[in-house]
């Protein structure tokens, strides 16, 4: 395995039982700051709606707030789900925070919703349609970052603004072979969420690099891995801090219903833990759970590939301290 590998935080803002938001948000802002002084390149936010266990319905607000509370780190978004925006929206949204901190600021999109059906339909109006133009609002987006729109599109004459002198990079975010295929014949930088897809990692990522083209904004293909770890000390540590993350996703997965997530008693003495840890544990596969050793080994063959250029990684624990520990113990590792 390679001596090191860019590491970068996915933080989804996990609204914790017995909490407000408000201690989402400073526990945001301490992990941001505490991430920077690690090293980590990358603090990114993502979109979801409705959700009663995750706290980042506004992205661009709290990518405002975290980029004010640091001083070197990236941030952006993991991502904005553009079907749900106007793109020139979005270029104009983002151009603001790249003339607040210019040079820093990240616009990785998807083409997901972000919620359910109903909930769609509430951010979109009702009369959205469900047509996939998710490719022309990214050229939209590209052409309002980096100046004009094409002679002969419709809104040719529209300017994004503030004028700045730096754009934001531009991401694709996908779960999918579709979002790597399309990353790379736009030669954009293509972020995998391995974290909640269950296609082999490697073929997804060969798969971008075969199709990726060279482009005014990416001269190579640069690919990075968002991934669910929890490290703790020990084993028997980790898999403990897991509970909590084990039992929120088994019940969203089994019943539709977000909840705050609970802490590690709360999820040892609830009755579906006692009664299906295996299947919980089986549901959680996708998730990498141990001591610094344990997670070096998971990581070997991903990481040893030669296909992953950066490491994001989300950490869904109760405890702040423990999750703040898990973050230094895998900035030692990688």
């Known amino acids: 395995m390679p001596a090191s590998i860019p590491l970068s935080v996915l933080d989804l803002c996990p609204l914790l039982s017995g909490h407000d938001a408000g201690t989402t948000f400073r526990n945001m802002v301490d992990l941001a700051q505490h991430a920077e002084g690690l090293g980590y390149q990358r603090y990114w936010l993502a979109e979801h709606h409705d959700m009663a266990g995750i706290g980042s319905s506004a992205p661009e607000v709290l990518i405002a707030h975290v980029a004010q509370a640091t001083a070197r780190i990236h941030v952006g978004s993991g991502g904005i789900m553009l079907p749900n925006h106007a793109a020139l929206h979005m270029a104009e949204v983002f151009r603001t925070l790249e003339a607040l901190h210019p040079g820093r600021i990240d616009l990785g999109v998807g083409r997901a919703a972000g919620t359910g059906s109903n909930t769609t339909t509430a951010l979109r109006g009702e009369h959205w349609r469900e047509v996939d133009d998710f490719p022309e609002q990214v050229d939209d987006l590209l052409g309002w970052m980096h100046g004009k ?51 082999p990692v490697l073929e997804v990522l060969r798969l971008y690099r075969e199709e990726f083209r060279p482009s005014p904004w990416l001269a190579r293909p640069h690919a990075m891995v968002g991934t669910h770890i929890i490290c703790a000390d020990t084993d028997a540590q ?80 109760h405890d702040h301290a423990a999750r703040k520990h898990s973050y230094e113990l895998i900035s030692n590792l990688f």
Do not use: C, N
């Open 149 to 199: 729109l094409p002679t002969g599109h419709a809104f040719a004459g529209i300017t994004a603004m503030p004028e700045v002198a730096t754009a934001p990079e531009l991401w694709v975010l996908g779960s999918s072979e579709w979002g790597a295929r399309f990353a790379g014949r736009k030669g954009l930088p293509y972020a995998f969420a391995q974290h909640f897809s269950e296609l």
């Open 238 to 317: 980790a898999r403990d801090l897991a509970l909590s993350s084990d039992l929120s996703f088994y019940l969203f997965r089994t019943t539709g219903i977000s909840q705050p997530l609970p802490t590690v008693e709360e999820a040892r003495t609830h009755p579906a833990l006692t009664r299906e840890l295996s299947r919980i544990r089986a549901l959680g596969r996708m998730k990498f759970v141990g001591s610094p050793d344990t997670v070096r080994h998971a990581f070997r063959g991903i990481i040893g590939s030669g296909l992953v250029d950066e490491l994001m990684v989300t950490t869904m624990v």
